[in-house]
């Protein structure tokens, strides 16, 4: 058994949510996910997030403005646990733009959500939909 550690973001803008499009060439390739990535080497959860973002988006944060929302797991293959620490950010600097993602698009935080959504992040849709997280 591996776990691998995750740190995923939703990003609020008023009523709507940023949601990013794999590349094709990535595993997973065009799939929609929450931005964010594993961690690396003795990162925090919250230094992870603001290094994917700043990766994946192009943006910059402060970590002191990622509100915790959650800790969930899911496993793709029963052998490989992803272990995700989820956040809300609603405040950053910089222009979005793809710089490790094929798209990005805002969505309503109710949805509709697009179909193929990676499988991590159903579980979050769904709490999305019920309105389980405080925005």
């Known amino acids: 058994m591996n776990f691998i550690f995750v740190s995923i973001c939703i990003i609020k803008k008023k009523d709507q949510i940023l949601i990013t499009k794999r590349p094709s060439q990535k595993l997973f390739g065009e799939f929609w996910e929450f931005p964010g990535g594993k961690l690396e080497n003795t990162e925090t959860f919250e230094e992870a997030m603001a290094r994917e973002l700043y990766e994946e ?73 019920n309105g389980y997280y405080k925005l």
């Open 57 to 129: 988006i192009g943006i910059r944060i402060n970590i002191k403005n990622l509100k915790s929302l959650d800790i969930l797991n899911h496993s793709y293959d029963k052998k490989n646990y992803v272990m995700m620490n989820l956040f809300c950010l609603n405040k950053w600097s910089g222009k979005i733009r793809n710089r490790d993602t094929k798209k990005f698009v805002w969505v309503n935080k109710t949805g509709p959500f697009p179909n193929k959504f990676l499988d991590g992040g159903l579980l979050i849709l769904k709490r999305l939909r």
